[in-house]
């Protein structure tokens, strides 16, 4: 199965934007649905954004939606998190995931079957 690794986590003061990068390796990339996850400290992990195989469809957790936009380059096998004005409470360990038969819609209800390590991000205030 597909292998994952993100970057792109850091320091960031409220307000501001961070792009977060997910690599793929292994099986064919462009067969996975892909998502983010994220785990804030003390709490349990939450859909973040997911994005079918062919970018024809994304969906976003309410509490992300016009800040975060999610895209894949099939090309590249990478997925991408932009995150724009970002807030404290976006202060978590991100996940990317991949699921070769779920599709993206299905992600906040199931978890997919492939995790990266993580990535954390930490916004101040």
């Known amino acids: 199965q597909v292998q994952l690794v993100e970057s792109g986590g850091g320091l960031v003061q409220a307000g501001g934007s961070l792009r977060l990068s997910c690599a793929a390796s292994?099986?064919?990339?462009?067969?996975?649905?892909m998502g983010w996850f994220r785990q804030a400290p003390g709490k349990g992990r939450e859909f973040v954004a997911a994005?079918?195989?062919?970018?024809?469809?994304?969906y976003y957790a309410d509490s992300v939606k016009g800040r975060f936009t999610i895209s894949r380059d099939n090309a590249k096998n990478t997925v991408y998190l932009q995150m724009n004005s970002l807030k404290p409470e976006d202060t978590a360990v991100y996940y990317c995931?991949?699921?070769?038969?779920?599709?993206?819609?299905?992600?906040?209800?199931?978890?997919?079957?492939?995790w990266g390590q993580g990535t954390l991000v930490t916004v101040s205030s």
């Open positions: 994005i079918n195989w062919n970018s024809g469809s994304t």
């Open positions: 292994g099986r064919p990339f462009s067969t996975y649905a």
């Open positions: 995931a991949a699921d070769r038969s779920a599709p993206a819609h299905i992600f906040p209800y199931r978890h997919p079957e492939v």
